[in-house]
């Protein structure tokens, strides 16, 4: 049973590094959120002002924070 990982900050320099090491291995299920518009449907959309996105959290195993 692989473990649900979320990246905050998963574009940027630390994060997309983390990313790519972590998705080559089958432990992990690999999500990821940033300011920036992704395609990729790993790709999450958080307001973490917000309350209601702020409960999509509970969802992940892990949660990395590598915002600026």
């Known amino acids: 049973m692989s473990r649900s ?3 905050l900050g998963g574009t940027g320099f630390l994060g997309s590094a983390l990313r ?3 998705e080559n291995d089958p432990e992990y299920e690999v999500f990821f959120s940033s300011t920036s518009k992704d ?3 790993h790709h999450i959309t958080l307001d973490l002002l917000n309350a ?3 409960m999509k959290l509970r969802n992940f195993d892990i949660i990395i924070n590598l915002t600026g």
């Open 20 to 22: 790519r090491e972590l």
């Open 52 to 54: 209601t996105d702020g």
């Open 39 to 41: 395609e990729d449907s």
């Open 5 to 7: 990982v979320l990246i």
